[in-house]
């Protein structure tokens, strides 16, 4: 079983589609599939669908959503039924003291894979090895093929879940950015982190790599407008200064090299601010 959730919910059994169109039982895989291989309890998938107020028949409507999942899995596995050791939809989708799992049977996750090639960026970076962390950051995101489920009717958990691998594909992103700086390579960052700059006005540290990408290209007059820009906005959508972090970057801008910068924001380790939108 391959499980996509970097994007719209896919999910297929030998290249088949187990994926439902009706909006409930496709909450269901949605939730199952994001934890596959781990149990998701019969409460979870319960305030997903519900919220804090189920109705009584709740526990054998959510028993209805996961025999018509199976129904998609049993259709999926008879196509391959000539081949030996096939298993049943019952062990797919399996049901345990305290929920359901979905089995992958050590097929590929997005989702896990994402998060394993993070993990190694994070790794590379600590090392400081940025070619490496460069490397594997940039293939964990290229796993990504839109928002979290889209086209998924979500409710509180896998909203939750969503923001949460939005978040880490965010820190991804910033590490990935950070060490291409490392490697030299500001002049092709440009047009991205002007982008990003935009998507997230209030995030300081998106503001320090673009301030420090455009000084290094010999830009300084813009890293400054830069820096205004994120200064408005901090002060017009929660009523705080830039860091005193960004502060001393932004002074080094004015007075000092490149290299001066770039060495003020590593020693500053400057952090972002809570995005907006």
Do not use: N
Not at 58 to 76: E, F, N, W
Not at 154 to 182: F, H, K, N, P, Y
Not at 242 to 252: D, F, I, V
Request: a positive charge; hydrophobic letters at 45%; glycine letters at 8%.
């Amino acid at each position: 079983m391959d499980v996509s959730v970097l994007g719209r919910l896919d999910v297929r059994v030998d290249d088949v589609s187990v994926t439902p169109t009706a909006p409930k039982p496709r909450q269901v895989l949605a939730l199952l599939a994001l934890r596959a291989d781990t149990v998701v309890s019969v409460a979870s998938l319960t305030e997903e669908l519900w919220g804090t107020r189920p109705p009584r028949s709740a526990r054998a409507t959510l028993q209805t959503y996961v025999l018509q999942l199976r129904g998609l899995i049993g259709a999926a596995l008879r196509q391959r039924a000539a081949h030996a050791g096939v298993c049943s939809a019952k062990e797919v989708l399996a049901t345990t003291p305290d929920g359901y799992l979905l089995d992958t049977g050590g097929g590929r996750s997005d989702v896990r894979e994402f998060e394993l090639l993070a993990v190694a960026g994070r790794q590379a970076t600590e090392a400081g090895d940025w070619s490496a962390a460069a490397h594997h950051l940039r293939t964990a995101l290229s796993l990504w093929a839109g928002p979290v489920l889209a086209g998924v009717r979500s409710g509180a958990v896998l909203s939750l879940e969503a923001r949460r691998l939005e978040e880490t594909r965010l820190c991804a992103l910033i590490q990935r950015i950070d060490a291409d700086l490392r490697l030299g390579h500001h002049r092709s960052l440009l047009a991205e982190l002007s982008v990003l700059v935009g998507q997230y006005p209030t995030d300081e540290t998106l503001h320090a790599q673009l301030m420090l990408a455009l000084h290094r290209s010999g830009r300084r007059s813009e890293a400054l407008q830069a820096y205004q820009r994120l200064r408005r906005a901090l002060v017009d959508e929660l009523g705080l200064e830039p860091s005193a972090a960004l502060q001393r970057m932004q002074r080094h801008v004015l007075t000092d090299g490149a290299e001066s910068c770039a060495r003020v924001a590593a020693a500053d380790g400057v952090k972002q601010t809570v995005p907006a939108g």
